[in-house]
């Protein structure tokens, strides 16, 4: 029996010695810890034993004397991961191993050398950039909302690791496809205010760190001799995420001819828009000739059912990543197959998937071993909602719960103060709740169409849209029950629903989006919410974006042990008309599916608005669109769908726009449907401003699709006319459109 003090496997349960070190591993997995001098490249599958792999190696090495503990460095890309790491190597008998992240690390060589290299005391660290960025975008002159302050603190950092500096930014952002928050010229004239202020006040930033790092060992040949001299071996984690600023950090650690040996997977690369690229992984081989590539495939997290799926979404995956994509292998036994389910409606889906989870806790599956992750922060309310009224607990990963958000709890506010004004001018003029609660909503820039672009914006735009889709919901409720809604009683459900979703919870299902998921597993995974616009989602432009949304469903898939369940919605809200497709990326994987959809796996119909379709001969616009009365090139859905800016003048008729906001409202009111359902606010707006004489020019108009045409078009024709209406033309209200 092994002494008292004898370090032990976790895993294997015997004493380690160098030998004892490689029980245990499959030849795989002992082939990279036997791979003792680099260059080293561990390709390496979802759920095949990485972390295992490459700890046994360094601790192979350690425990056979080839390698000083004190000489090594694992570098990973969080805190937990490194924390992770370090525990591992104790329990293998390799104490003294540093195991840290990229900015841990280069923090602490900063600290060290800065007296030497620059002199006086290490600039102090900026926590916190966003304050930083606002007091940079006054100073430029900008008028900055609060919400669009991640997204310039999220642009900075990109051109920061990609190593680009403000007067390169435009063109940078124009070669890359990159989809700004706002005019690049604006953008990098922050950056440059943002860099003159960090310089005025003394501070540095988490890139900062790298950067300055790097330049030390480049200016100064004597520093980094001792670094080189101090690390002889390095290992990096999660190689496919490393950054160009993370690479030249690590070029002039291995510079001295150090040992390195990456891990990575190019099929879970899901942080581009970061600057985070695979190329160093992929390249790998043709900047280090002489490296020993091992590949780990067999896969001990996933049942084969789960793997098969996981097989099948990369074969269809097309780009330099998928031609180095893992085929992996379960090495669990059999278990159910994946479902494939379809709901008419969000709200039941959700409401479908929390029975689901009931069901499977009273199998004795425990909560924190059920997850359902989705592909947006803002998908996350209706199922908080859903399992709170099971009384499931939850935890929500990787963001803040809904009734926390700051965009909701000012929209809180706004709505109780609208609630407890007898005449509020912003509601005077709606008939329905929704309405109002929209109005209101409007002071903070809601609208009717979602913004284009990602980041905050987008996720505070789908926050209040949540909102809105609440409103419907529960005024339809109410009006099935026989009774009315005001916005008093609807402001009096939002804080039931909070205080209900603020129960503490110890053990509880995770709720998260795909991107928070990443590195995690669970017994029971629920993907939902998956249509076309939302995976991919309706930003992803390019081949190469599209093809990092399938990557995102990858992990997705790989994060379920034994059950996995797809759903999606047909429709947003109930009683709205069935328009959504599932994703692409399921063509020809599930149940009754034809093959993928169109070249590149591109295809299906994305941001369609509700109700429109594409067969009657109609295109969507190509090409830029511009202002009818300035020319400007119009960037924002509403501006384009109007065709103008949104401050140059108007040529709508405003006696028509009421007439038929009148006749929307009747329609919507036949079919128990949300105003919008029939034409959105901004159609209605474009229909009054050209006023089409004819079915071709009503049909050309942005929101007007072949359904809809026929369904509405010669009501809205004759209205357009000045024409009262017959009730043969009030429309069939026998469903809604």
């Known amino acids: ?57 360094i601790a192979y090495g350690v425990r056979s004397g080839v390698y000083q503990p004190q000489q090594v460095l694992a570098v990973t890309f969080t805190a937990r991961a ?12 390799a104490e003294g191993v540093q195991a840290r992240t990229f900015h841990s690390a280069a923090l602490r060589q900063l600290q060290y050398f800065w007296p030497r290299a620059v002199g006086g005391e290490v600039p102090r660290l900026l926590e916190r950039k966003v304050q930083l960025v606002a007091e940079a975008a006054s100073r430029s002159g900008l008028r900055v909302q609060r919400t669009e302050l991640r997204d310039l603190t999220g ?103 150090a040992s390195l040996c990456v891990v990575g997977d190019a099929s879970q690369t899901i942080y581009s828009f970061t600057g985070a690229t695979p190329d160093y992984l992929l390249n790998f081989r043709t900047r280090h000739p002489d490296a020993t590539v091992v590949k780990l495939v067999r896969d001990y997290r996933s049942t084969p059912q789960v793997v098969h799926l996981a097989n099948g979404l990369l074969a269809q995956a097309r780009g330099q990543a998928a031609q180095h994509r893992l085929e992996l292998v379960s090495q669990r036994e059999a278990g159910p197959e994946p479902e494939y389910v379809e709901y008419q409606d969000e709200p039941t889906e959700a409401e479908s998937t929390g029975h689901r989870i009931r069901r499977l806790l009273d199998a004795g599956v425990r909560a924190s071993e059920i997850a359902v992750l989705f592909r947006t922060n803002g998908q996350s309310e209706v199922y908080e909602q859903a399992l709170a009224d099971l009384g499931i607990s939850y935890q929500l990963k990787g963001a803040e719960r809904f009734f926390e958000r700051p965009e909701v709890r000012d929209a809180g506010l706004l709505l109780k103060g609208a609630a407890r004004a007898s005449a509020d001018p912003l509601t005077a003029d709606e008939p329905d709740l ?73 053990e509880g299902v995770t709720l998260a989006s795909l991107h928070a998921a990443k590195g995690l597993e669970w017994d029971a995974v629920f993907l939902v919410g998956l249509t076309e616009g939302t995976l991919p989602i309706i930003y992803a432009k390019t081949d190469e974006q599209v093809e990092e949304e399938r990557r995102l469903l990858y992990v997705g898939v790989t994060r379920a042990r034994l059950h996995l369940t797809l759903s999606w919605a047909l429709s947003r809200s109930p009683g709205g008309r ?24 591109r295809g299906g119909r994305g941001g369609v608005e509700a109700g429109e379709s594409r067969s009657a001969g109609r295109r ?118």
């Open 1 to 57: 029996m092994p002494g008292p003090h004898d370090p032990y496997d976790p895993y294997d349960g015997a004493p380690v010695g160098a030998d004892a070190v490689l029980a245990g591993l499959d030849p795989e997995q002992r082939a990279v810890a036997t791979s003792l001098h680099g260059p080293v490249c561990v390709l390496a599958g979802a759920g095949t034993g990485k972390t295992r792999a490459i700890t046994h190696r």
């Open 82 to 93: 490194a924390g992770e790491m370090r525990g591992r190597l104790r329990q293998l008998g």
């Open 155 to 257: 642009e900075i950092e990109w051109a920061k690791v990609t190593q680009i500096v403000p007067d390169d930014y435009p063109a940078a952002v124009l070669k890359s496809g990159r989809d700004a928050p706002r005019d690049a010229a604006e953008i990098a004239r922050v950056y440059a205010t943002y860099e003159q202020t960090k310089r005025e006040r003394g501070v540095i930033d988490f890139e900062d760190v790298l950067l300055l790092t790097a330049a030390i060992l480049e200016d100064r040949p004597e520093i980094a001799d001792r670094v080189r001299a101090q690390y002889r071996h390095f290992t990096v984690d999660e190689y496919q995420d490393v950054s160009p600023l993370q690479q030249r950090l690590l070029d002039q650690w291995t510079a001295g001819g």
């Open 434 to 506: 929704a309405g109002q609660v929209r109005a209101v909503l409007a002071t903070r820039g809601f609208t009717p169409t979602p913004p284009a672009g990602s980041g905050s914006v987008r996720e505070r735009w789908e926050s209040l849209a949540a909102l809105v889709r609440l409103a419907e919901e529960f005024e339809a409720a109410r009006r099935q029950a026989g009774g009315s809604a005001d916005l008093t009683a609807y402001v009096a459900e939002l804080d039931a629903r909070a205080a209900a979703q603020h129960a503490p919870a110890v």
């Open 578 to 601: 069935a328009s959504r497709k599932p994703t692409r990326f399921l063509d020809g994987l599930r149940p009754g599916s034809g093959g993928p959809r169109g070249a590149g796996g």
């Open 620 to 737: 969507a616009p190509r090409g830029p669109v511009t202002c009818r009365v300035c020319g400007r090139t119009l960037t924002e859905a509403v501006e384009r769908k109007l065709r103008r800016c949104e401050g140059c003048p108007s040529s709508m008729d405003e006696a028509l726009y009421e007439r038929l906001r009148e006749w929307r409202a009747r329609q919507a009111k036949q079919q128990g449907a949300p105003a919008y359902v029939v034409f959105t606010d901004a159609t209605l707006m474009a229909i009054a401003e050209d006023v089409p004489g004819s079915t071709r020019e009503l049909a050309l108009i942005s929101g007007v699709g072949a359904m809809k045409l026929d369904k509405y078009g010669a009501a809205v024709l004759s209205l357009c006319a000045g024409e009262e209406l017959g009730d043969e033309l009030e429309g069939d209200s026998s469903e809604p459109a």
